[in-house]
Nanobody, 125 residues
């Protein structure tokens, strides 16, 4: 399975960006796709995830109300709409996917088998 992420780039604080991640295939009905991010000098952190089967979502607290994750099941694609961006959102964003996770594992980076290439998001004040 290959994940192709796109949509990163520079943005002003308060602005918006939309990330996309397309999977080459879906290996199970329990397919979950999501995003992690890693800022310089910081640990990789969970951002958001979505179940492609029923649309259930989860977000880290720092992005709730600003970021929205969505999916296109036919295209095996997930989108991350990022609004009201803050400088602290600056990071490399990684798309992830897996077909075996239970909900309690969504926040664990080690639980995901498939990773896309990172896409840089830089928010300036």
């Amino acid at each position: 399975v290959q994940l192709q992420a796109s949509g990163g780039g520079p943005a002003q604080a308060g602005g918006s960006l939309r990330l996309s991640c397309a999977a080459s295939e879906r290996t199970s009905r329990r397919w979950v796709m999501g995003w992690f991010r890693q800022a310089p000098g910081k640990a990789r952190e969970f951002v958001a995830a979505i179940s492609l089967s029923d649309g259930t979502t989860d977000y880290t607290d720092s992005v709730k109300g600003r970021f929205t994750i969505s999916r296109d099941t036919a295209k095996i694609t997930t989108y991350l709409q990022m609004n009201s961006l803050k400088p602290e959102d600056t990071a490399v964003y990684y798309c992830v996917a897996d077909g075996t996770l239970i909900r309690s594992s969504w926040w664990s980076s080690t639980a995901y088998v498939y990773w896309g290439q990172g896409t840089q998001v830089t928010v300036s004040s």
